[in-house]
């Protein structure tokens, strides 16, 4: 069993910049493919950005590419999600996820662990 535990999350004005954490309890963490979603309120969870098992592929929903960045460190067991010129409308409960096979997939049903999720508020 892994545990993801995310933070950096909190309350930005639009233009403004977070970096989130995910932390997880594996010693083989670099076996993971890790990645981020989101959930805003009333809508459903949705893929935010993923990154391979040894980093060099990385994929972005659309609407974030060019804004936000996902990195991990394999030495500390965990992923970031760096996000830079937040807009109102990435308002919404972040996830991190991980998956025990290699690929990063958009569908939340492919991953096998989740964090608690941490709220990220961009006020206008």
């Known amino acids: 069993q892994v545990q993801l535990v995310e933070s950096g999350g909190g309350l930005v004005q639009a233009g403004g910049s977070l970096r989130l954490s995910c932390a997880a309890s594996?010693?083989?963490?670099?076996?993971?493919?890790m990645a981020w979603f989101r959930q805003a309120a009333g809508k459903e969870r949705e893929f935010v950005g993923g990154?391979?098992?040894?980093?060099?592929?990385?994929n972005y929903k659309d609407s974030v590419k060019g804004r936000f960045t996902i990195s991990r460190d394999d030495a500390k067991n965990t992923a970031y999600l760096q996000m830079n010129s937040l807009k109102s409308e990435d308002t919404a409960v972040y996830y991190c996820?991980?998956?025990?096979?290699?690929?990063?997939?958009?569908?939340?049903?492919?991953?096998?662990?989740w964090g608690q999720g941490t709220q990220v508020t961009v006020s206008s």
């Open positions: 594996t010693r083989t963490f670099s076996s993971y493919t």
């Open positions: 990154i391979s098992r040894s980093g060099g592929s990385v």
């Open positions: 996820a991980a998956r025990i096979f290699a690929g990063v997939y958009r569908s939340a049903n492919e991953y096998n662990y």
